[in-house]
């Protein structure tokens, strides 16, 4: 793939492509929030995956060691001690359970496209008890994301490398 900077618009294309490919329940939304200073375009009108998707801002808690909340000004001062993430691209379904993958600048495209495969690959079969895809040409269960060769590919758990597809199909 080649190397280009990480905008909130090619995260939100890879999360809409990986999306379809992974079976999402179709009222499932993707949000990509980028970071004042990170990913560089602005909010577009939310929608459900297959409409015109969101790229928009939200606010996140973030807790304590306890476990409690922290009021959003302490979150604040721990979200940019933690160093908060240049992109982040939150899959939300119907029931409001949501899963994020957190992008930080200098994430390589690879390393990118694999991670938000997996992370929303395993969050589509929790959602849909246990269906998930793409099928694995061959066997009965889901190809897993992986760089294979540089490439991020969808390849089976049982041969890794030896049946392999491209996440994204038009990559360069």
């Known amino acids: 793939m080649s190397r280009r900077q990480l905008t909130s618009e090619l995260v939100r294309e890879w999360a809409e492509s990986i999306l379809r490919q992974v079976a999402a329940p179709p009222?499932?939304?993707?949000?990509?929030?980028?970071?004042?200073?990170g990913g560089d375009v602005g909010p577009q009108e939310p929608g459900a995956l297959g409409?015109?998707?969101?790229?928009?801002?939200?606010?996140?808690?973030?807790?304590?060691?306890?476990?409690?909340a922290l009021p959003w000004d302490d979150a604040e001062d721990?979200?940019?001690?933690?160093?908060?993430?240049?992109?982040?691209?939150?899959l939300t379904f119907a029931d409001g359970s949501a899963v994020s993958v957190e992008l930080a600048?200098?994430?390589?495209?690879?390393d990118a496209v694999v991670l938000l495969a997996d992370r929303f690959?395993?969050?589509?079969?929790?959602?849909?008890?246990?269906?998930s895809g793409p099928p694995c040409p061959g066997h009965g269960h889901p190809a897993?994301?992986?760089?294979?060769?540089?490439?991020?590919?969808?390849?089976?758990?049982?041969?890794?490398?030896?049946?392999?597809?491209?996440?994204?199909?038009?990559?360069?």
């Open 27 to 37: 009222d499932a939304t993707v949000t990509v929030t980028a970071r004042p200073g």
């Open 51 to 68: 409409a015109e998707s969101a790229v928009e801002s939200s606010l996140e808690q973030v807790w304590d060691e306890e476990g409690g």
């Open 78 to 90: 721990v979200a940019a001690a933690a160093g908060a993430p240049d992109i982040e691209a939150t």
């Open 105 to 110: 600048a200098g994430t390589s495209e690879t």
């Open 121 to 131: 690959q395993d969050a589509v079969l929790e959602e849909t008890g246990g269906v």
């Open 144 to 172: 897993v994301a992986a760089d294979v060769n540089g490439v991020p590919s969808w390849t089976c758990p049982h041969g890794m490398g030896h049946t392999t597809r491209p996440i994204l199909q038009n990559a360069e």
